[in-house]
């Protein structure tokens, strides 16, 4: 698999080097575009220099050709990490992370799953439960396939929806934390998503690309 770095500067960073030592770096999506490319290339995309519509597009455009593709920001925030997960992106990460946090992320993306930084999952479960009221989706029933949930795994994955972390729920609900964790292993095999981002989109009835 090609890791190809799309940066406006052209240049890849050290720590991007490091990481993935025979990395690709275009100047912009329609470079990387107009050169051999392939479904299997993993794209991560530098959103420095993109106003948000156009970072946007850029990312559907990648999507749309079939490629794993990774959000980089100088400064990471709930509301833009939403956004492009919405249009299909699957991890968000600061553009200047460790090394060996940007492996991490390709080894998550490429087992299936998405990666956002961990102190922004609660937030963006938030977001999510903004964005769903915002557009009044409906709640009188449960969402699609949470009927084989039991009733306590239904209950915390309504709790993880709303942005609550591990510790909330289970004061919340008078569990222990490793009951929780439990409960969430469960609904994540049950439900087929692979982490709580997928489970709180889920739950609040919006796509998981």
Known sequence: MRHIFISGAGVASARWRRAFPELTVFPSVQAYLSKVHNRGDFCWLDSAGFED??????????????????????????????????????????AEAVPEQFAEVAAAVQAGGYWVPPTLVQRLAMTAVQVADSVDVPDTAPPAGFEILTEREYEVAMAVGRGLSNREIAEQLGLGERTIKAHLTTTFEKLQVRDRVQLALAVNRLPIH
């Open 53 to 94: 519509p156009a970072l946007l597009k850029a990312c559907q455009t990648l999507v749309k050709e079939g490629a794993p593709v990774v959000v980089l920001s100088a400064t990471p925030a709930e509301a833009q990490a939403f956004a492009v997960l919405s249009v299909g992106v699957r991890g968000y990460c600061h």
